[in-house]
């Protein structure tokens, strides 16, 4: 009885789960409509008016999905228009292409008409600005009742990557510049603790979570306040530090948001203490500070082959 329930309930189950299957129209990957939009989008890259006008409806619109404005009533076609002239005219190396291995898709649907949905990138260079767009394009084209010009076009585009893009053209300011802050006495303190190879003075205004990048590290590496200290041992061991000159001074950077950073630029007169070989390191710095004012990061620039180098001569 209990096997017969259970085939019964499964029955039941799939019984259920085909009924609620629908079909609701038929997707094609080849198609008369899919032609339309990669002609319309081909004049797009152009600029071509008269043949974007062709493929349109009089009451033709064009909305960015991404566009979080409640008030945003789309593009008509004039504005397409001139937004495609734009591009084509203002801008290096302009085009939509297809993102890797993806096709179009025409989709006629019972009661919502014929669409056509493409996967692009778009990618073009500001002329005047040298600024990059490159974003995912996605597009829903809607067609007329008669399926053989575009009603709508919805796509969706890195909002933010156009608002720089703009901002690109306009000189603006972020923030305040500085030639002393506290946080560049905390910099001037390190680099004094670290002339004088005292590591526990050097990583005193450093957050616990502190990270350090160093230019010979391997690409994408990281490292902690102990690794650090770590890396640091037989740099100690090896080299004297006969001074640290602070070349110009150092910058603070108080940018518009969360973030400071204070970049500074060093020379390092050093001695080999084995071989006595006195040689000199430019290094550059750049330490970034959170909401509490402790360093947060650590980012240094320097010929680490010179070090290596003078390791080498002292196992020789």
Same mark, same amino acid.
């Given at each position: 009885m209990k096997k017969l329930f259970s085939t019964?309930?499964?029955?039941?189950?799939?019984?259920?789960?085909?009924?609620?299957?629908?079909?609701?129209?038929?997707?094609? *990957? !080849?198609?008369?409509?899919i032609d339309v939009v990669e002609k319309f989008m081909q004049a797009f890259v152009k600029g071509d008016a008269?043949?974007?006008?062709?493929?349109?409806?009089? *009451?033709?619109?064009?909305?960015?999905?991404?566009?979080?404005n409640w008030d945003y009533k789309g593009q008509d076609l004039a504005t397409c228009i001139r937004n495609a002239q734009n591009y084509a005219n203002n801008y290096t190396n302009f085009s939509i292409t297809k993102t890797e291995g993806s096709y179009p898709d025409a989709l006629e649907y019972k009661k919502d008409?014929?669409?056509?949905?493409?996967?692009?990138?778009?990618?073009?260079?500001?002329?005047?600005?040298?600024? !990059?767009?490159?974003?995912?394009? *996605?597009?829903a084209f809607?067609?007329?009742?008669?399926?053989? !010009?575009?009603?709508?076009?919805?796509?969706?585009?890195?909002?933010?990557?156009?608002?720089?893009?703009?901002?690109?053209?306009?000189?603006?300011?972020?923030?305040?510049?500085?030639?002393?802050?506290?946080?560049?006495?905390?910099?001037r303190k390190?680099?004094?603790?670290?002339?004088l190879a005292n590591m526990d003075g050097m990583f005193t205004d450093f957050a616990p979570n502190a990270r350090f990048n160093d230019l010979n590290y391997a690409y994408g590496v990281s490292k902690n306040i102990e690794e650090r200290?770590? *890396?640091?041992?037989?740099?100690?061991?090896n080299i004297e530090i006969i001074g640290i000159d602070e070349i110009g001074y150092p910058d603070m950077l108080d940018h518009d948001g969360p973030s400071?950073?204070?970049?500074?630029?060093?020379?390092?007169?050093?001695?080999?203490?084995?071989?006595? !070989?006195?040689?000199?390191?430019?290094?550059?710095?750049?330490?970034?500070?959170?909401?509490?004012?402790?360093?947060?990061?650590?980012?240094a620039y320097y010929?680490?082959?010179?070090?290596?180098?003078?390791?080498?001569?002292t196992k020789k």
């Amino acid at each position: 009885m209990k096997k017969l329930f259970s085939t019964f309930l499964l029955l039941c189950v799939l019984m259920g789960v085909n009924a609620q299957k629908n079909p609701n129209g038929v997707i094609y *990957d !080849k198609h008369p409509s899919i032609d339309v939009v990669e002609k319309f989008m081909q004049a797009f890259v152009k600029g071509d008016a008269a043949t974007m006008t062709s493929l349109t409806t009089d *009451d033709f619109k064009a909305f960015n999905a991404m566009n979080t404005n409640w008030d945003y009533k789309g593009q008509d076609l004039a504005t397409c228009i001139r937004n495609a002239q734009n591009y084509a005219n203002n801008y290096t190396n302009f085009s939509i292409t297809k993102t890797e291995g993806s096709y179009p898709d025409a989709l006629e649907y019972k009661k919502d008409g014929l669409w056509v949905y493409t996967f692009n990138m778009f990618f073009a260079i500001n002329k005047k600005s040298g600024f !990059k767009i490159q974003s995912p394009y *996605d597009c829903a084209f809607i067609f007329n009742a008669e399926g053989t !010009k575009i009603r709508r076009m919805n796509f969706t585009m890195n909002t933010a990557m156009l608002v720089k893009n703009a901002e690109s053209e306009q000189t603006l300011t972020n923030g305040i510049l500085y030639k002393n802050h506290p946080n560049i006495v905390k910099v001037r303190k390190l680099v004094a603790n670290f002339s004088l190879a005292n590591m526990d003075g050097m990583f005193t205004d450093f957050a616990p979570n502190a990270r350090f990048n160093d230019l010979n590290y391997a690409y994408g590496v990281s490292k902690n306040i102990e690794e650090r200290k770590k *890396d640091l041992t037989p740099f100690f061991e090896n080299i004297e530090i006969i001074g640290i000159d602070e070349i110009g001074y150092p910058d603070m950077l108080d940018h518009d948001g969360p973030s400071s950073v204070v970049d500074s630029w060093w020379s390092m007169r050093l001695r080999n203490k084995k071989t006595n !070989k006195k040689f000199k390191i430019a290094l550059v710095f750049s330490h970034t500070f959170n909401d509490q004012g402790q360093i947060q990061t650590e980012s240094a620039y320097y010929n680490g082959s010179q070090l290596a180098d003078s390791y080498t001569e002292t196992k020789k």
